[in-house]
């Protein structure tokens, strides 16, 4: 069974930062097969960040110089390392395996 577990968003100044992960069981797991997404209120799910097999690295216009996609390929978890981190950055963040397995998400909220 394959079970997607996203965690660390919370409540934070804008300013702050945050970090999130993603623990996958049940897949084998290769950051270069993941991603995260974020879908605000209102709106499409979006990609964030990923990191392709070729080993480059694809991020979001808007969060360029401020989010960072890593991974633990020997803990089966990702992250998502956002700093500094606006207002409009809140969200549901996701990290879902291919071919469409998606977990719960975690929430990140940013106060101004």
Request: hydrophobic share 35%; aromatic share 8%; proline share 5%.
């Amino acid at each position: 069974q394959v079970q997607l577990v996203e965690s660390g968003g919370g409540l934070v100044q804008a300013g702050g930062s945050l970090r999130l992960s993603c623990t996958a069981s049940g897949i084998i797991f290769s950051i270069n097969t993941m991603a995260w997404y974020l879908q605000a209120p209102g709106k499409e799910r979006e990609l964030v960040d990923v990191s392709s097999m070729d080993g480059s690295t694809y991020v979001a216009e808007s969060l360029k110089g401020r989010f960072t996609i890593s991974g633990d390929n020997a803990k089966n978890t990702l992250y998502l390392h956002m700093n500094p981190l606006k207002p409009e950055d809140a969200a549901m963040y996701y990290c879902p395996a291919p071919p469409d397995y998606w977990g719960q998400g975690t929430q990140v909220t940013v106060s101004s």
